[in-house]
């Protein structure tokens, strides 16, 4: 709903911009006049979540093309629904009637007394548009009081000026009453200790009301499942072949109710480098998934004495396990040799990894065509570090030349997977195996959608999509390894969920259709998920 440009159209927009009302009364507005978000955003041309976002606190601020038009809105409503209390300084953003006195300034914020000079020179992690940007909760190293900010070490940061005194004074209690002639004596408050200041009561507030919204969310799910059932009439296959449609726009909806709370606009995409575009549409971009496809050298089907018995196992869920990995929340930066690998980091990276020299484990890398450099992810990366460590001590760390990354975030997909995970548990516990498929496409359509997709116009991130599709793999050779350890054979492991095991896997993986159990995988060909192999003589 753009306009055309003219210079009354301009100087109406200048008019309507100098009147933005604060988040807080947009959403007074919209709900004033029993307006959705959906209705909202489809009036002005924007997705739901951009208005989510624009009625929230430290959310985004509206920008073209939707801001005129939304603007013009907010300022009929407010015609409409005026703020209700005579002075409002809101209402006299659109009414024009007197806002009263003017508001007494509050007091600057306590300063933290004793803060080291090598904190207070630290400064907050921010997003591409300029906001502080949420990570995961802990104490501020300045102030020691809780907050989901983070300065861009990583390290948790109260935003600006917001830190909290150390110490605090309780609030006086009334004296009581007592003669005039024998006023009490003023007794100091005792200080509270800093401990019992610093105590967070905050998280469990917010894991009550976490598991609430989770609990409203899933309802949204089984109604779904109800819907369609009901209206394909018993016909199951056309019940799933309706789910699977809806897939994205339902499950990018959850995503934004799960977002409720958040403080990066995922709409606000950065300018992603020419390594993470496609040269055309059949073309891949340059960034290297480390998908596998092992097969042990030293076991074969067609040996002389196949009479070693293999299972197929099958991970479960991967790809909903693997939502849990660290994402750049923030423009892509470009460095040079190792300045953009850090714990809070994350991005893409063009590296040359070490030689592998354990043909009975599988590659970290996956199977390459070409040696030489190439674009991993930071999942990737992560997996190669921690076999160099002192842990595994497999291969040498990769030499890393260059990188795009940004300050990253653990949990910007983890309320949205444990959503999907507990309404999926539910699923199989009742035996409900069209909402078990309708829950799989819509994790699996999410992150295959991330990239550049005409079915999912909600969100384009192929840096997160590659990263996720790593995460998978690197999961999978962690069983891998694990598996090993506890002395069984490993003769394959391929795409992100099938690992083939000798011996009695069953004391190393819990069996199961948890996301944390493996089960046996089944096909046509192997209908029990066993076969034989042989030693091969070399």
Not at 139 to 146: H, M
Not at 340 to 368: C, F, Q, S
Request: aromatic letters at 6%; hydrophobic letters at 40%; one cysteine or more.
């Amino acid at each position: 709903m753009s306009e055309g440009i003219s210079v009354e159209s301009l100087l109406e927009e200048a008019r309507l911009t100098a009147e933005m009302p604060p988040p807080a009364e947009r959403l007074r507005l919209r709900e004033a006049a029993g307006l959705t978000r959906d209705q909202v955003a489809q009036a002005v041309g924007v997705s739901r979540g951009t208005v989510q976002n624009w009625e929230r606190d430290g959310g985004s601020t509206p920008t073209p093309p939707g801001r005129l038009p939304y603007l013009r809105l907010l300022r009929g409503l407010a015609e409409i629904h005026p703020a209700p209390a005579a002075g409002d300084p809101v209402a006299a953003l659109f009414t024009g009637q007197p806002s009263g006195p003017a508001p007494v300034p509050a007091a600057a914020p306590a300063p933290v007394a004793g803060v080291p000079a090598a904190l207070a020179g630290l400064e907050t992690l921010r997003g591409p548009d300029g906001r502080a940007v949420e990570g995961d909760p802990g104490p501020c190293v300045r102030c020691g009081v809780e907050t989901t900010y983070q300065s861009t070490d990583g390290r948790p940061l109260h935003s600006g000026a917001m830190c909290q005194p150390t110490t605090a004074q309780p609030p006086a209690e009334p004296a009581a009453a007592t003669p005039a002639s024998a006023p009490a004596a003023a007794v100091p408050a005792a200080p509270v200790s800093p401990v019992a200041a610093r105590v967070p009561t905050r998280p469990q507030r917010r894991s009550k009301s976490a598991d609430r919204a989770r609990a409203e969310l899933a309802v949204l799910i089984r109604r779904a499942v109800e819907e369609e059932a009901e209206r394909a009439g018993g016909d199951e296959d056309a019940a799933l072949d309706a789910l699977v449609k809806r897939a994205i726009p339902d499950v990018m909806h959850l995503f934004n109710e799960t977002r409720a709370t958040g403080r990066y606009d995922y709409t606000a995409y950065p300018v992603l480098p020419d390594i993470l575009k496609k040269p055309t549409k059949k073309e891949p971009d340059q960034i290297w998934e480390a998908r596998p496809r092992f097969h042990h050298p030293g076991y074969s089907m067609r040996a002389p004495q196949a009479d070693i018995t293999v299972t197929a196992l099958d991970v479960n869920a991967a790809y909903l396990s693997a939502l849990k990995c660290w994402l750049p929340i923030g423009k892509l930066e470009h460095t040079t040799g190792a300045d953009g690998v850090g714990p809070k980091r994350a991005g893409v990276h063009l590296v040359t990894p070490a030689e592998w020299t354990h043909p009975h484990l599988p590659d970290p890398l996956g199977d390459r065509d070409e040696p030489g450099a190439l674009w991993i992810t930071d999942a990737t990366l992560r997996l190669l570090l921690r076999l160099s460590g002192p842990k595994y001590q497999l291969t040498q760390a990769p030499t890393v030349h260059e990188s795009w990354t940004s300050g990253a975030s653990e949990n910007f997909l983890d309320a949205l997977r444990k959503l999907l995970t507990a309404a999926r548990e539910e699923a199989i516990e009742e035996g409900d195996v069209l909402a078990s498929e309708y829950i799989k496409a819509m994790y699996s359509k999410l992150i295959s959608t991330m990239g550049e997709s005409i079915h999912n116009r909600e969100i384009e991130r192929p840096d997160w999509m590659h990263i996720i599709h790593s995460q998978a793999y690197a999961n999978l050779w962690g069983k891998a390894y694990k598996a090993h350890e506890a002395g069984l054979e490993v003769i394959a492991m391929m795409g992100t969920d099938e690992l083939h095991v000798t011996g009695d896997w069953r004391q190393v993986f819990t069996e199961g259709r948890g996301v944390s159990q493996m089960k046996i995988k089944e096909s046509d060909a192997k209908a029990s998920g066993e076969y034989l192999v042989g030693k091969v003589s070399r």
